[in-house]
């Protein structure tokens, strides 16, 4: 009988203890409810993103110069929110990359053609890492990510450290010789926010540079990002970037 | 006990000090700050007021309210993909006072630089894409004494 009386409050503590435990565990699992899988276009409305097609650039750099003229960016070149690459990957392995103030002066030609493998235009601009490392670093709260997912640039509030400089994988980020401030692109958020384009992409000649809304599944982005199988650059360092190329290359950098 | 003013002093200074870094914060804070996340709200309606420069796509209908022959031709030819701002510059300000801001014709004697900028050939464009080697294709003319830049098509 005894045996029987400890089997059954074996029994009935281990229930106990199994239940306690569960309910305890089940509250962590709803407060992990904050942790969204999803990417945050599928419950943020608009959300911004990008995507260039590397396949139609002719680096003609209407969109660096479109861009400066839009954000009052210094006309000196060493100052761009966004510029114009041009690699030329060689058949011995060698990489060139040039890019003479940012593409808007041409560029220089291309030597012993006969010795290239293939050539083509980059366009870099902000990527709009959803886990940005600029921002994270941002000692004061200056730089910061908007609820439509563009990263910005509080001018009143930076103090010009240039940590963020620093940080951005991309290089997009300059020193703006004028505000003395950190300075990137805005993804031109005083236009979208009004219902226009980005100014690259409204003087881009050939739409190699789509801008639109990801949370929309019918924008031209969204097609564009079904449509094609696309890469973005340093996926690596876990940034997350926003910005998507049709036509990458492993030499991309 | 003749020890315990010391933990007095202690406990004054620490309070003093709260006080104070309370005062500085409610002073130095911007009052926006925090609302949303950690930032001052308030830049973000700040960016969103910046004027624009471009028109954008979109006023090419109010481009076409004056300027219609040129409109019709962009529409017809090889150039209909492009916005009007991208040869003419930034037209924002001449559209909201047509007479008052002119933007800049395309200068003549830099005309054929000026196509070259998209025109000139690389092996690193698109090869579909419309190159033209300077050097060779009737030199010393200006692309415009047989092209109509609106519909370049001959």
């Known amino acids: ?4 009386q400890r089997r059954q409050f074996l029994k009935i503590s281990t229930a106990a203890l199994f239940g306690s435990l569960m309910t305890k565990l089940a509250a962590p699992l709803a407060w992990a409810e904050d942790f969204y899988r999803e990417p945050p276009w599928k419950r943020k409305k608009p959300y911004w993103g990008f995507a260039v097609d590397i396949d139609k650039c002719i680096g003609c750099a209407k969109c660096v110069e479109a861009c400066k003229i839009e954000n009052n960016v210094p006309k000196e070149p060493f100052y761009f929110r ?3 690459e041009r690699y030329v990957l060689r058949k011995n392995g060698a990489v060139e990359v040039v890019c003479p103030n940012g593409g808007m002066d041409g560029y220089p030609d291309i030597e012993d053609e006969g010795g290239v493998a293939k050539a083509f235009f980059v366009p870099k601009l902000c990527n709009g890492c959803e886990h940005s490392p600029c921002v994270q670093v941002c000692p004061v709260g200056a730089t910061y990510k908007t609820e439509d997912g563009v990263v910005l640039i509080d001018k009143d509030y930076c103090i010009g450290c240039r940590y ?5 994988p991309y290089g997009t980020r300059y020193f703006n010789p004028v505000t003395q401030t950190a300075d990137k692109c805005s993804m031109c958020y005083h236009r979208i926010t009004k219902g226009l384009a980005t ?3 409204e003087v881009c000649p050939t ?3 789509i ?6 599944p019918n924008s031209a982005l969204t097609k564009f990002r079904e449509d094609n199988k696309t890469e973005s650059l340093k996926v690596h360092m876990g940034t997350e970037p926003k910005l998507v190329y049709k036509g990458f290359d492993k030499e991309i950098r | 006990m ?5 933990l007095i002093h202690v406990a004054a200074t620490f309070v003093l000090v709260f006080v104070l870094f309370l005062t500085a914060r409610s002073i130095l804070k911007p009052s926006s700050y925090g609302k949303i996340g950690r930032y001052r709200a308030a830049s973000v309606d700040e960016i969103k007021a910046l004027p624009i420069k471009f028109a954008g796509r979109t006023a090419q209908k109010e481009c076409a309210a004056c300027h219609e022959k040129e409109y019709k031709d962009k529409a017809s030819g090889r150039h209909k993909g492009l916005n009007c701002e991208t040869c003419h510059g930034p037209a924002a300000a001449h559209v909201a006072g047509p007479a008052s801001v002119k933007p800049p014709k395309p200068a003549e004697a830099e005309i054929v630089k000026f196509c070259l900028r998209c025109h000139a050939p690389s092996m690193a464009k698109p090869r579909k894409f419309p190159q033209v080697d300077p050097l060779k294709h009737n030199v010393g003319t200006a692309c415009t004494a047989c092209h109509t830049p609106h519909s370049p098509r001959l």
């Open chain 1, 164 to 168: 963020c400089i620093q940080a951005c």
């Open chain 2, 2 to 6: 003749k020890d315990y003013r010391h």
């Open chain 1, 207 to 209: 739409g190699a540079r």
């Open chain 1, 82 to 84: 966004t510029w114009v």
């Open chain 1, 199 to 201: 100014a690259c992409v």
């Open chain 1, 1 to 4: 009988m005894r045996g029987l």
């Open chain 1, 211 to 216: 801008f639109g809304d990801l949370s929309d």
